[in-house]
C-alpha cells in the first residue's frame, strides 16, 4: 500500500529512537492509575457478563439435550418451557446489549477519551 | 439439511419470473458496485472502503454478512423438520455476538487494521504468526463458500427448474462470476452496499411472509406451534438430538462451536476495520445484534410456520429438502409472485456472503502473506492491490470448483464445520493475545495450527464424513471419532495447546503488552498508523 511520506522516517535510527520514546510513553500511560482504573471498570464488567450469559446459554443446551420432558412441558398452550427458556436467551442478548452501551457511554468512554487525548496530545502518532 | 441429489420433482412458481427478479437485483446493486468503484483505488479502500462506514451502515452490513444461506434456508428448514432442535441453530449464532461485543469488537479495532493477523502478530514475532493467521483466514473462508455455493446449487434446483447436474453447475459459476464483479469492481465499498442492500431485502421478506403467517392463523402463535408440531416440527427437543447419548453429546458439541465461532470468523472481524472508531465498531455491533436478533426470531415463526401449511413431508420430498422450507412457504403465502421474491433473495444472500468472504481471504492473503511475510512490510509501490485481486480471482475459481463439487452435500454441515474452525484456529488466540501477557509465539501458533489440524481431521474421521447415513460418503466407512461436530474436544484442546506452545517457550512479551494494552482500550493512534511496530 501506499504511505504518505514522513519526515521523521529518514533515517534507521530516527526510526528506532522513535519508536523507543513510543514505547516509553505507552508504559508510562500504562501504568498510571487512571489506565488502571479503566482497564479494570472494563474487565470487571465484561468478564462475569461474559461468564453468566454462556452459563445461561450452556444451562439451556443442557436442560435440551438431557431434560426434554422438562423442556417439553405445556405452559401456555402449545407454549413450552424450552420456548419460553429459547425466548429468554434473546432477551438476555438484548438487555445485556442495552447495559453494555450504557456503561460503556457513562463510565467507560470518558476514562478512555482523556487518555487517548493526553495521548495524542502528547506527540504520538 | 440436506439437498438431495435427486431433482426430479417440478420446480414450482415462474422460473422466468424468478430469473427476472434475480436479475433485477444483480443489475440495481451493480449500480452502487460501479459508483463505488471510482474510489477502489489503494489498499485501503480494496478491504475497508477507506475505513468511513458509519456504525449503522456497518452494523446493517454485518447482518448480511452474517445471515448467510445457512440462516435463512438452513434454520427455516431445520425447525421445520425437526422442529425444536432446529432453534439451537438461531440461539447459538445470536448468543454468540455477545462474545464478539463485549470482548472482542472494540479491541480489535483499536489495535489491527486489515486483517485479524494485525491483532495476533501485534507483539509476536510477525511473519510466522501471519502467516499462521492467513492459513486459517483462508481454510475457515473455504468451508464458509463451500457451504453457500452448494447452497446455490441446491436452490436452482428447486427455482429455475434446472434439474441436470451441467446445469446447476454453470448456474454455480454464474454466481461465482457476478461475486468476483463486485469484489473486483467495487472492492469492499461496493461489497459493503451489496450486503447492506440485501440486509434490508432479507430481513423486509422475511418479516412480511412472518406476518402473513401470523395473519393467516389470526395471530395466535400457539395455534402456528401446534398445527407445525402435528405436521411435524416437534414441540419438545430431541427430535434430531435425542436418539442417542452421543447425540445428545453431538448437539453440545455444535451449541460450543455455535457460540464460540463467531468471534473468530475472519470475514465478520474484517468488517470492524470498515469504520473509523472503535466507537463505531460498538454502534455496528449493536446494530448487527438487533437485527440478527429479530430475523431469527422470524425464522422460529418461519420454520414451524412452513411446518404447518407446507407441512414437513411435503418438504423433505422437495429439490433441496430441508432447505426449501422457506421458499415452499413463500409459494404457499403468496404463489409465483412472492416465491420468486423470497428467491431472488435467497440468491442475493449467497451472493453477497461469498463476495465477503472472497475480499477478506484475498485481503488476507495479499496483505499478510505477500506484503508481509514475503515482502516485510514493504511491498512495490500498487503490488498489494494487484495482488489482492489476483487472489480474489483464485478464490473465486476454487470456490466455483468447491461449490460443484459440493453440490449436493449438507449445508450445515459446511458451515458448522466453518464454525467449528474457526473457534477453534482462531478464538483461542484473538482472546489470549487480548487478555493474557505472558501469551507469545509458540502459544499462537500451536493454538493455531493444532486448532486448524485436529478439527479438520476430526471431521475427516466423523460420521458426517464416512459411515453414516447423511454421509457425505455412504458407501465407506472410516470414522472413528463419534461426533460429527468436533467443537467438544477441538476447541478445549486448542485453549490448551495455546497455553502449553506459551508455558514451554521462554520468549516473554511482556514489554509490548504496555503498548496493545492501551492502544486496545484507549484507541489511541488506531485511526493513523495503527501497525508500525
Known sequence: MTRPPDPHQTTEANVDADIAARRAAFVQVHESPEFLELRSRYRRFVFPVTGGALAFYFSYVLLAAYAPGFMGEKVVGNITVGLIFGLLQFVMVFGITALYIRYAQRVLDPMSTKIRDELEAGGLR | ????????????????????????????????????????????????????????????????????????????????????????????????????????????????????????????????????????????????????????????????????????????????????????????????????????????????????????????????????????????????????????LDFVSLSIALVLGTAGLPHILMRFYT??????????????????????????????????????????????????????????????????????????????????????????????????????????????????RRAAIVIGVVAIAGGIAANGQNIAFLVALAFAVAASANLPTILYSLFWKRFNTRGCLWSIYGGLIITITLIIFSPAVSGGEKSMFVNQDWSWFPLSNPGLVSIPLSFFLGWLGTMTSKEHLEEKVAEMEVRSLTGAGAHKEALEH
Open chain 2, 1 to 248: 439439511m440436506t439437498i438431495t441429489h435427486v431433482m426430479a420433482a417440478e420446480a414450482i412458481g415462474s422460473p422466468a419470473l424468478n430469473l427476472a427478479i434475480f436479475v433485477g437485483f444483480v443489475i440495481f446493486t451493480l449500480f452502487f458496485v460501479i459508483r463505488a468503484s471510482r474510489t477502489n483505488t489503494n489498499a485501503a479502500q480494496m478491504y475497508t472502503g477507506g475505513a468511513a462506514f458509519s456504525g449503522r451502515q456497518n452494523g446493517i452490513a454485518i447482518s448480511g454478512d452474517y445471515l448467510s444461506a445457512a440462516s435463512f434456508l438452513g434454520i427455516a428448514g431445520a425447525i421445520a423438520i425437526y422442529g425444536y432442535d432446529g432453534f439451537l441453530y438461531s440461539i447459538g449464532f445470536l448468543v454468540a455476538w455477545l462474545v464478539a461485543l463485549l470482548l472482542v469488537a472494540e479491541l480489535l479495532r483499536n489495535t489491527g487494521r486489515f486483517t485479524m493477523a494485525d491483532v495476533l502478530s501485534f507483539r509476536m514475532q510477525e511473519r510466522p504468526v501471519r502467516m499462521a493467521a492467513a492459513m486459517s483466514t483462508l481454510a475457515v473462508s473455504f468451508f464458509y463458500l463451500l457451504a453457500q455455493m452448494a447452497g446455490a446449487g441446491g436452490l436452482v434446483a428447486l427455482l429455475l427448474n434446472i434439474e441436470g447436474r451441467t446445469g446447476q453447475s454453470i448456474v454455480i459459476a454464474v454466481v461465482g462470476v457476478l461475486m468476483l464483479v463486485y469484489v473486483l469492481i467495487g472492492g469492499m465499498k461496493g461489497t459493503t452496499y451489496v450486503q447492506i442492500i440485501k440486509a434490508i431485502l432479507l430481513i423486509a421478506g422475511a418479516s412480511l411472509m412472518t406476518f402473513w403467517v401470523l395473519a393467516k392463523s389470526g395471530f395466535n402463535i400457539s395455534d402456528i406451534l401446534g398445527d407445525g408440531a402435528k405436521a411435524g416440527a416437534s414441540l419438545e427437543p430431541g427430535k434430531q438430538y435425542g436418539l442417542t447419548e452421543t447425540t445428545k
Open chain 2, 275 to 388: 469504520v473509523p472508531t472503535a466507537n463505531e465498531a460498538r454502534r455496528s455491533v449493536v446494530w448487527a445484534i438487533w437485527l440478527i436478533g429479530l430475523f431469527y426470531l422470524l425464522t422460529l415463526v418461519l420454520g414451524y410456520g412452513a411446518a404447518a401449511l407446507v407441512g414437513s413431508e411435503k418438504i423433505l420430498a422437495s429439490p433441496g429438502a430441508a432447505n426449501s422450507a422457506a421458499p415452499l412457504l413463500a409459494f404457499e403465502l403468496g404463489g409465483t409472485v412472492l416465491l420468486g421474491v423470497i428467491s431472488a433473495v435467497a440468491f442475493a444472500t449467497i451472493l453477497a456472503v461469498v463476495a465477503g468472504l472472497t475480499i477478506t481471504a484475498s485481503a488476507s492473503f495479499a496483505h499478510d502473506v505477500y506484503a508481509n511475510v514475503i515482502h516485510h512490510g514493504k511491498p512495490p509501490e500498487g503490488a498489494e492491490v494487484k495482488v489482492a
